[in-house]
T-cell receptor, first 112, second 115 residues
């Protein structure tokens, strides 16, 4: 699976949009971009994923560049409960056992 | 909302003892996983399980580890002879879809402390 690069930490003001970048310049055509987060020591939580098109769900939006070499996760109105480590992961689909490889992620601190 | 449940939430054991960590995946899910996270470190993949057999495992998952789905609902991770370095949070996860593009649902974890 392709490697991802994320800033180690970011701050965001409560109520503002949090924009978390991720570089995945070696991504292959059949690799999806996934975002998970881990609040404190809880189990990782799925946020969103995409292949080529931008995606939006009730938690976040995912913007993938046209060349697919980078993406941005957007939390439109960050709350204190969004303080967590956010992981950007690229993964091939279509293989029964394919696992997620977690990197260091971005530690997002939402401040009042 | 359905969830993955894990027991125990915390287990303390002596080095060399056997430990079994239990997980109840979401009921219609087909793929099952164990991950672990040593304190302050990354979440690491251990093993994936599908159709009653291991489909993938990492270098960490050596002969001391085994997994089982004994009764169609539980998914267990056994560590035969625990070592100090096995102290970690162990996360179970499950997924339903056959396209392998869907999300993994993680449990809240079992903290293992080996003394």
């Amino acid at each position: 699976d392709a490697k991802t690069t994320q800033p180690p930490s970011m701050d965001c003001a409560e109520g503002r949009a949090a924009n978390l970048p991720c570089n995945h310049s070696t991504i292959s055509g059949n690799e999806y971009v996934y975002w998970y987060r881990q609040i404190h020591s809880q189990g990782p939580q799925y946020i969103i994923h995409g292949l080529k098109n931008n995606e939006t769900n009730e938690m976040a939006s995912l913007i993938i560049t046209e060349d697919r070499k980078s993406s941005t996760l957007i939390l439109p109105h960050a709350t204190l409960r969004d303080t967590a480590v956010y992981y950007c992961i690229v993964r091939v689909g279509g293989n029964a056992g394919n696992m997620l490889t977690f990197g260091g992620g971005t530690r997002l601190m939402v401040k009042p | 909302e359905p969830e993955v449940t894990q027991t125990p939430s915390h287990q303390v054991t002596q080095m060399g003892q056997e430990v079994i960590l239990r997980c109840v995946p979401i009921s219609n899910h087909l793929y099952f996983y164990w991950y672990r996270q040593i304190l302050g470190q990354k979440v690491e993949f251990l093993v994936s399980f599908y159709n009653n057999e291991i489909s993938e495992k990492s270098e960490i998952f050596d002969d001391q580890f085994s997994v089982e789905r004994p009764d169609g609902s539980n998914f267990t991770l056994k560590i035969r002879s625990t070592k100090l370095e096995d102290s970690a949070m162990y996360f179970c996860a499950s997924r339903w879809d056959r396209t392998n593009t869907g999300e993994l649902f993680f449990g809240e974890g079992s903290r293992l402390t080996v003394l």
